[in-house]
């Protein structure tokens, strides 16, 4: 292992493109180290190459949050560069074929999507855990959806409900929300801060570019949690406006 860097390192995964790019982008801005994870190899290396000529300070892991082996080999990659790991951010997310309607969906979809959306970010999230451990102030991200709040799926909340019905996709999220939880149960007493952002409805190729918020608003609640003190929150669930209720 090389010494530990100076600099605060983050590793944003999904961060080839939309949203992910944002945070890696936000982070960097804060003269941050940011490692672009992502398993396309092209398009990982062209956002890097944009967050460089942005004066980023920039690296390309390859990453697929399906595989043990890239999970693994992609926290090598991190150790051998910086020794430790500040803030993870779980952003990597699919929404899954359609049809999603319950009575009419594949299981396959609802499997595919949830090795992504969870297991994914549990695979993740435990390689870098020794790296997190390294550092004195670690914080964990992972990015939810509103559609993941069962208060608003049921419509009790101030009336809002959220997003279409999608079997496989909004119960991924609700499900990475009480993984979240979990997370933060066991690490209590910790100086591991790990909570849930919730993005908006974001204009990205997840929804068909369809949402009314741009990418970098959606990356602000991510960059915000990635930052918080060391007496900040853990395992909560926030937006822009504050607190989402489960």
Known sequence: MVPMS???TALVTGANKGIGYEIAAGLGALG????VGARHDQRREAAVERLRAAGVDAFGVPLDVTDDASVDAAARLIEERAGRLDVLVNN????GDMPQEPTRVD??????????????????????????RRSASPRIVNMSSSVGSLTRQSGTAAGRTAGPVAVAYAPSKTFLNAVTLQYARELSGTNIL???GCPGYVATDLNGFQGVR?????????IELATLPDDGPTGQFFEDAGVVPW
């Open 194 to 196: 790990i909570n849930a």
């Open 107 to 132: 299981p396959a979809i609802i499997r595919t999507v949830v090795e992504t959306n969870v297991i994914g970010v549990i695979r993740v999230t435990n390689a870098m855990m020794p790296l997190l």
């Open 92 to 95: 990597a997310g699919i929404a």
């Open 6 to 8: 100076g600099r605060t």
């Open 32 to 35: 941050w180290s940011v490692g």
């Open 214 to 222: 741009t990418p970098a608003q959606g990356a602000a609640i991510a």
